[in-house]
């Protein structure tokens, strides 16, 4: 849905009309003379997220009046009008006009508009020399009249990814001067929904759209593992009302900028060999397009390759072994390709996750494979492991040499469908990902949570690395996902970063955690152990007081209703164990003066901390089903541990 542009020469005569002040984007002092308030101000930088490839101040903040000029040259959609409209609105504009009189006026529209280039220059913004895909450039500079802000964005992608740029800049009754020259390092941004166990309902889908729009993430795929027609009833049609839904999530993933990718696993029973198999793999993906779907995906992870389906395939590939499994697959994939991708309008190139995802070493399987696929097709991998701990741009460099491609990562993280994570949130900010990794990486896709909503944590992290690893800063992403979920409100954030910092153990396969455990609160915990009063314990204190209130404070702060209902356990979990924290630092605190009354502290805690143990998750939310962990290993441990550290154990 795009709308009419304005005339262009409506547009240039207002931006003539448009009186800019003379004013450097970095004002100079005298090397004796301190920098002053004003001057601070200038340089002052607005946290964005993603982190644009190039920002710099451009002068005082602009001043949002009651009437604000909206104008829309080429290339603009209805959803990046609703973006700017409401981010005004929050602003403190009260009547947004499509014509010229207002003290601001906001110009946006593609980079080969002439009139935007030019309402661009005049706010000291500047074009790159060769625009990227889904890049865009802004620049907002403050005027007598109010100021001007351009966006100009090098495709549609880029008009609507300047939006959610500008979005960030505003403030009550302000929005930040700079100039921005932006574009994605990695073209797959988003999110695999190809967990095991309950999948997502149609309205946590529906939210995670609109949630990877306003992240500038540009993927989802579509593979639930308990969707019994892309698996084990893969050659049936879906019914009507199932189909239905798929094609109103295909309507909003457009809608939000989003490509829906539908991924099919057919390896169960397919017979490779077989024309009629095939003729019902292309007729089940014909189906998804006749939605609107262009993007496809054939996985075949998590299979017995080592064993045929059917008696042809050993007739036409030979015995089954990996050799053969891997021209076998290459075949499927190829007639994808080539039969029916190749012959419709729009289609993407196949993507496909192979039976070997993990691991760097060359083998059979990987050689047949590799040999006879065709060289568009885009291969998914997970890294060094089902879970690596790490990912390094040399891991990722050796895939590709492995698979002869850019290889396109699976990274299986949030997700917690396997027994280590049972009754845990990961919500530790998204690391250990090297900077770099968009040399050998066509992009980078999350498995998430069964939980929807609390996965966002971990998908704002990593749509912003793969957007820009290169300037990525996990901590400072990490507070950005918690103000997005707060609104805004620094309380709110702040409770929600504390209450992620005791659901940050990610184990591997291995039983390893390469996401240690409640980091704030065990330095807290480690420096009362070193030394039970004073300082540290008045510090454990303040810890103890954020964590037994913060549940309260989430519920009153975060609006998105799937959040609370979603970590309703934990929040429960946490604000019995911050109460049972409280308890032992009054505990240790009196322990001196009043023996008696620590003991009573230390008693009441170790109730507390029985009934928060005592919590379940809720069904059909996990898998497997279990108690609810909140800081394991940190705050339980220390509860039972303080009265022997008091002296009265």
């Not at 308990?226 to 009302?241: F, K, S, T």
Request: proline share 7%.
């Amino acid at each position: 849905m795009f709308r009419r542009p304005s005339r262009p020469g409506a547009l240039t005569a207002l931006l003539a009309a448009l009186v800019l002040l003379p004013q450097p984007a970095f004002a100079q002092q005298p090397a004796d003379q301190p920098a002053t308030d004003a001057t601070n101000d200038a340089r002052r930088l607005p946290v964005v997220t993603p982190t644009p490839q190039q920002i710099e101040p451009n002068g005082r903040d602009l001043r949002v009046g009651p009437e604000v000029s909206l104008v829309l040259g080429s290339g603009v959609d209805q959803a990046t009008e609703d973006v700017l409209r409401a981010a005004l609105e929050r602003a403190g504009a009260r009547e947004i006009r499509a014509d010229a009189g207002a003290g601001l006026t906001v110009v946006v529209g593609s980079i080969e508009d002439p009139a935007v280039t030019e309402a661009l220059t005049e706010a000291g913004g500047e074009v790159a020399p060769e625009p990227a895909a889904e890049g865009y450039s802004l620049a907002s500079k403050a005027s007598r009249r109010g100021g001007l802000v351009a966006l100009a964005g090098n495709d549609g992608n880029g008009v609507y990814y300047a939006a959610q740029t500008f979005r960030q800049l505003v403030e009550d009754r302000t929005i930040a001067a700079v100039s921005i020259l932006d574009h994605p390092l990695m073209a797959l941004r988003g999110s695999i929904e190809g967990f095991y166990g309950a999948p997502w309902s149609h309205a946590d889908r529906l939210d995670q759209l609109a949630f990877y729009g306003d992240i500038k993430a540009n993927t989802y795929i579509y593979t639930p593992k308990d969707d019994v027609y892309l698996r084990e009833q893969w050659r049936d049609p879906y019914p009507a009302e199932e189909l239905a839904k798929l094609a109103e999530l295909v309507e909003a993933a457009a809608w939000h900028h989003v490509q829906f990718t539908y991924a099919i696993s057919p390896g169960l029973s397919i017979c490779y060999s077989d024309p009629a198999d095939r003729a019902s793999l292309i007729d089940k993906l014909d189906s998804l397009y006749q939605l609107g779907v262009r993007s496809f995906y054939v996985a075949l992870d998590d299979i017995e390759y080592g064993r045929w389906n059917c008696a042809a395939d050993e007739e036409h590939y030979g015995p089954a072994d990996q050799e053969a499994a891997g021209r076998a697959q290459a075949d499927l994939l190829n007639a994808v390709q080539h039969d029916y991708l190749d012959t419709v309008e729009g289609a993407q190139p196949l993507q496909t996750v192979p039976t070997e995802y993990s691991d760097v070493e060359d083998s059979p399987y990987k050689t047949a494979l590799r040999t006879a696929l065709d060289e568009r097709i885009v291969i998914q991998w997970t890294g060094t492991d089902v879970v690596p701990a790490s990912i390094t741009v040399a891991d990722a460099e050796a895939a590709a040499r492995v698979w002869g491609r850019k290889v396109f990562l699976w990274d299986n993280y949030p997700v917690n469908d396997f027994g280590q994570t049972t009754g845990r949130l990961l919500m530790a900010p998204y690391s250990k990902r090297e900077a770099g990794l968009d040399s050998a990486l066509s992009g980078i896709v999350l498995n998430p949570m069964n939980q929807a909503a609390p996965s966002k944590v971990a998908l704002f992290g990593g749509a912003s690395f793969a957007w820009n690893g290169r300037d990525y800063d996990a901590e400072t992403t990490w507070w950005a996902a918690a103000e997005y979920l707060a609104d805004g409100d620094a309380r709110t954030a702040e409770a929600l970063v504390a209450f992620f910092d005791t659901q940050h153990l990610a184990p591997t396969f291995g039983d390893t955690p390469w996401q240690p455990q409640a980091p704030a609160l065990a330095a807290a915990v480690d420096a009362v152990r070193a030394q039970p009063s004073g300082l540290p314990l008045r510090e454990l204190r303040e810890r103890a007081d954020l964590l037994a209130t913060a549940s309260e404070q989430i519920r009153a702060g975060v609006a998105d209703p799937a959040f609370l209902e979603q970590t309703q356990p934990w929040l429960d979990a946490l604000a019995l164990w911050g109460r049972a924290l409280q308890l032992t630092v009054d505990g240790l605190d009196r322990v001196a003066e009043d023996p008696q009354g620590a003991d009573r502290a230390f008693a009441e805690s170790a109730e507390l901390a029985e009934e928060a143990s005592a919590i379940q998750t809720i069904p059909g939310t996990t898998r497997p089903q279990g108690p609810i962990k909140v800081a394991d290993g940190v705050l339980d441990t220390f509860i039972a541990d303080a009265p022997e550290l008091a002296g009265r154990g």
